[in-house]
């Protein structure tokens, strides 16, 4: 399926059930006054209108796929990036996730430290001790600029 | 307005201050010169920064990340070939032309004088409009202002590009989040899912800050794993010395100079327009002085660098008049003003007046360090044109954190950053605009409050938009804009049919 049409659908599936929590709103007491739900209600009708232009628009066309083997015969090795770039780009925000959750549980420096030094190596920097010296030395900076020089505070970490 | 000026000038002319642009104006220029790296990004990035400093060094430090921002994008356009920001596109086209003459010197020059001249200009037409269009805008109700706040979104089209549907439901989605929290006229709660971190509605900084720093992160963490140990070869570059343009050269193009900046300043107060389009279209008027352009010609450089620098005053008469921004730069510095304590719009003139003309003040001063330093220091940026994107970006994540953190405190914000970042990432891979989304976050609440304050004057008649005519004139230049898309095709296609038929 293409993407505008999977996304148009995700939209109308998102419009219809934002709608229904918008139908449990309160109505107004106020003379005059359309009310809390008129506003979000205009803004999914308008969303529901575009949504299904959307449907309807063809995708743009994407550039023809790289050439796997050369003239010679030779094989040429395309990369995760060139394939799956979405995928790639998703691992990276899982881990970024996971670094945020870190910190919320084990505070600012520690947390960003190890999600930092995870990330540089998932990019390719394959020597640890680069990495993970790279990592601390940054968020040593952060935390003197920010805790130390201008006072204000970073995010504590709930175990200790 | 002498008391204010006098006043204005002892509070920019503050060692603080003068620091703060300093480092401002580096900043913005350093972020211009780096490929890939915009300047929008070093904005929000300050924002948390400047949260322990008053407002007007604060805002200075924007400002110079703004103007500075603006006219470091020619040094690589000149150098690499590559605009450095969006805005430098047509500055490309003569300025590398020049550089591959190996006039990379002459046309650095230029790019730094065409870039203070149309500042300058704009910042006077600046400080000689904006008091003016604020008295007018002091009377405005909520129909005005319901109205004119329309028309400022209405540009979320010109936003947009090519894809104006997905422009607009990225515009729609804004809004509805501004829907999140208490409600502007009753204080009921809406869609907070039982939340307390949402009882204040969803922040803009949280959102700012994943949806342009997260994606351009990531791109660049997957594009340094791509390209492993490849360098650039710029050996040529580091010995560039920029060249001011001779007193010839300055008389010659002292017109051409002064209609790019008129073109930059007139478009950048139109919300939505901003710096590309300036450019370009300075661009066409020095090929119509210089029928030589695109061959390496100054005029070729200073036209569109004049425009695109022209913007940055223009584009603050709607943002510090009627609290409007045009573009995302202007967005984020809507919310700086906010976070401390000045809300853009005719009652900053009348209450802070003194702040205002020190802001005027600022900003001249950043456009003569703007000279100073990209003319003197231009070797230094050519060395940041080498320096590790993956680097930088590894900074820039920390402070991602932290800034949406140090907003409120709170650690919902963090979510709010990292969610708002992977939204941000899917847009950008489909095609779907951020800086609509971003404007309607910004101007979302405004509307709805005062669309539904009008109503409860008029005891819900809606003729109270039409009856009153500025809000008839902006709700029609509203409406105008956001069927032109629409209509526009559909009469080309009636136009051609009847004259094939003739």
């Known amino acids: ?160 | 307005m002498l008391e204010y000026l006098s006043q204005g000038l002892v509070i920019a002319l503050s060692w603080e201050n003068l620091l703060f642009m300093l480092f401002g104006t580096i900043l913005g220029l350093v972020f211009a010169s780096i490929p890939g790296l915009t300047f929008s990004t070093a904005l929000i990035l300050l924002i948390p920064l400047t949260f322990g400093l008053e407002a007007v060094p604060a805002i200075s430090v924007l400002l110079g990340v703004y103007a500075g921002g603006m006219s470091g994008g020619s040094i690589s356009a000149i150098l690499l070939g590559i605009p450095g920001t969006p805005s430098a596109a047509a500055t490309v086209i003569d300025g590398h032309e020049m550089a591959k003459k190996g006039e990379a010197g002459r046309a650095l020059g230029m790019a730094v004088y065409a870039s203070v001249f149309g500042g300058i200009f704009s910042l006077l037409v600046l400080m000689l409009v904006a008091p003016q269009l604020a008295s007018v805008a002091i009377k405005f109700g909520p129909p005005e202002i319901f109205a004119l706040v329309v028309f400022g979104l209405s540009t979320i089209v010109s936003l947009s590009g090519t894809e104006v549907v997905k422009g607009l439901l990225a515009g729609l989605f804004g809004l509805l989040l501004t829907t999140v929290g208490l409600d502007p006229v009753m204080g009921l709660q809406r869609f907070t899912f039982d939340q307390p971190g949402l009882m204040v509605g969803i922040g803009i900084m949280p959102v700012m800050i994943g949806m342009f720093a997260l994606p351009e992160i990531i791109d660049t963490f997957l594009e340094a794993k791509k390209n492993k140990g490849q360098q650039r070869d710029d050996t040529q570059n580091k010995k560039v010395k920029a060249a001011f343009p001779t007193f010839k050269e300055i008389r010659k193009t002292f017109v051409l100079m002064v209609k790019s900046s008129a073109i930059g300043t007139g478009l950048g107060a139109i919300p939505g327009t901003g710096g590309p389009i300036a450019s370009f279209l300075a661009y066409d008027q020095a090929r119509r002085s210089e029928p030589k352009c695109g061959t390496g010609r100054v005029e070729g450089v200073g036209a569109p660098e004049a425009a695109n620098n022209g913007v940055t005053g223009g584009a603050l008469i709607p943002l510090l008049t009627l609290g409007i921004p045009g573009d995302s730069a202007t967005a984020i510095m809507l919310g700086a003003f906010l976070i401390h304590g000045l809300a853009p719009g005719p009652l900053l003139f009348q209450n802070f007046g003194d702040l205002v003309y020190a802001i005027f003040i600022s900003i001249l001063i950043i456009y003569l360090m703007v000279l100073v330093i990209q003319f003197f220091g231009i070797r230094l940026f050519v060395k940041v044109l080498d320096f590790p994107k993956v680097n930088l970006m590894i900074i820039i994540l920390a402070i991602s954190v932290v800034g949406s953190f140090a907003i409120n405190l709170n650690f919902s914000d963090v979510i709010i950053m990292f969610f708002s970042g992977l939204l941000g990432y899917f847009m950008k891979r489909y095609g779907f605009p951020i800086t609509p989304l971003i404007l309607a976050l910004v101007l979302g609440y405004t509307i709805e409050d005062n669309f539904r304050k009008s109503l409860v004057f008029s005891d819900g008649s809606y003729s109270i938009f039409v009856q009153n005519p500025v809000s008839l004139v902006f709700l029609t230049l509203a409406l105008v804009i956001l069927l032109a898309p629409f209509v526009k095709p559909w009469l080309q296609r009636r136009f051609s049919k009847k004259k094939a038929l003739q």
């Not at chain 1, 929590?21 to 506003?39: A, Q």
């Not at chain 1, 979000?40 to 969303?47: D, R």
């Open chain 1, 1 to 160: 399926m293409k993407h505008n049409r999977i996304i148009a659908l995700i939209l109308l599936a998102f419009v219809i059930w934002w709608g229904f929590l918008t139908t449990r709103l309160p109505e107004t007491t106020m003379i005059g006054e359309p009310g809390p739900k008129f506003f979000p209600s205009v803004i999914l009708l308008l969303m529901a209108v575009f949504s299904v232009i959307l449907f309807f628009i063809k995708d743009e066309k994407k550039q023809e796929t790289p050439e796997l083997i050369m003239e010679d015969g030779e094989k040429i090795e395309i990369e995760e990036e060139e394939t799956h770039p979405m995928k790639s780009a998703l691992k990276l925000f899982a881990v970024f996730l996971a670094g945020i959750i870190l910190v919320y549980f084990v505070g600012f420096s520690i947390g960003m430290i190890i999600c930092l030094t995870v990330m540089l190596w998932m990019i390719g920097w394959k020597i640890f001790p680069r990495a993970f010296l790279f990592s601390a030395s940054v968020t040593l900076i952060v935390y003197f600029l920010f805790d130390w020089l201008m006072r204000i505070p970073l995010p504590a970490g709930r175990l200790f």
